[in-house]
């Protein structure tokens, strides 16, 4: 009896794991950016759409390059379908005085598009340093912050700026939208960070 419930209790176990496992899947931004003052993308926040509709906020646990190639690797449970990935960077505004300005891998068609336009023009309803406020509280745990961007940014404000997970996309730099690099090839080795979740 005790050695059926054991195999019971491990071939449970081995179904959930394997359930688990079967969920969860990498996904990997790749890109080549070169911020205004070459400082590193902080407060990153990846927003991301299942299949069902639903966004999803990470929030990524490190800061990425400023300068030349970085990656950005992470290991949802769901498969995203459309994304938008947001940060900032101590940076230069257009006139070259110091700024805190937002990153964005953002939809290449729109940011072409939006070149040199400013922020709140090309996302009416939002501010440029009201949005930077909400990403630090957001990235700092904040629910109310992450739910503005998972279900008021992303699906509205935003929405013309998301791209295809997996597409191609641009990085842009905001307070006029400067496109600073763009999605590259995914390179070989993806270095471990960490992540979480809300």
Known sequence: MKKSLVI???SLFMMILFAG??????????????????????????????QSGTVHGTVYGANVPGNGQAVISHNPAFIP?????????AGLDPSGADKTEIIMFLNKTFAASNKG?????????????????????ATAG?????????????????????????AAFTVGEFSLLDPIGGSVAEPLAIPSLNTWTI
């Open 21 to 50: 496992l079967a969920q969860a899947t990498s996904v990997t931004y790749a890109a080549e950016l070169h911020t205004s003052k070459f400082n590193p993308v902080t407060n990153v926040l990846i927003l991301e759409q299942d």
């Open 117 to 137: 336009v400013k922020w709140s023009n090309v996302f009416p309803g939002s501010s440029h340093s009201g949005t930077i406020d909400s990403l630090i509280a």
């Open 8 to 10: 019971i209790v491990f």
């Open 81 to 89: 379908v459309r994304s938008l990935i947001i940060g900032i960077t």
């Open 142 to 166: 904040n629910a109310t912050q992450l739910t503005w961007f998972t279900n008021t940014f992303f699906t509205g404000i935003a929405a013309p700026a998301v791209f295809d997970t997996g």
